[in-house]
């Protein structure tokens, strides 16, 4: 008897034993069988960050790029206005210089009696306010007898020979130019020697 239950409990053993193996084997093939799960899932799960943060990223540059943009549409805008205010008045200007030509014409005549003495000083009168209106908008007779020939200001129509001057010097002025602060309205037309 004492055998009998010697080789029961090796039996009852013996199983056990079997069935803990048997339970961790399943323990462990369910393991497994969780690990590449959780594997996919984390793969998944990275993935979906790189392309959140991608996507975020663009959205950052193109935030940047349209700020800038803006940036720039401003500083234009700006640039624009102030060259607007700046030559405000250059086309009123512009269409007064003919006429303020013929005035200076008329001012040449030579008066040869007293009433017209005294019509010649009012228009030189009014002359003068014409001119310092136009001073008193920024607008400046350019230069031009007597100075060096520069294309951006004089306009040669004619050359000369003449001595008294130096090559390339304006000898003489056809019709005045102006500028209206740093903006040629007019250039001078100009006989240039050679």
Known sequence: MAEEKQTEELNEQEELNETEAETAEA????????????????????????????????????LLRVQADFEN???????????AEK?????????L???LD????????????????????????????????????????????????????????MQVEDEAYESNAVVEELQKGYKLKDRVIRPSMVKVNQ
């Open 87 to 95: 030559y405000r008045s250059q086309r009123i200007i512009s269409d």
């Open 73 to 83: 549409y401003k500083r234009r805008a700006r640039l624009d206005l102030e060259a």
């Open 102 to 157: 013929n005035f200076e014409r008329a001012l040449q005549i030579d008066p040869d009696n007293e009433q017209t003495k005294s019509l010649l000083q009012g228009m030189e009168m009014v002359h003068r306010q014409i001119l310092e209106a136009l001073k008193n908008e920024g607008v400046e007779q350019i230069p031009s007898v007597g100075e060096q020939f520069d294309p951006n200001m004089h306009q040669a129509v």
């Open 27 to 62: 323990e462990q093939t369910a393991a497994e069988a969780d690990a590449p799960a959780e594997d996919t899932q984390t793969e998944m799960l990275e993935k979906q960050l790189k392309e959140l943060q991608e996507r975020l990223e663009e959205k950052e540059n193109k």
């Open 97 to 99: 210089l003919p006429a």
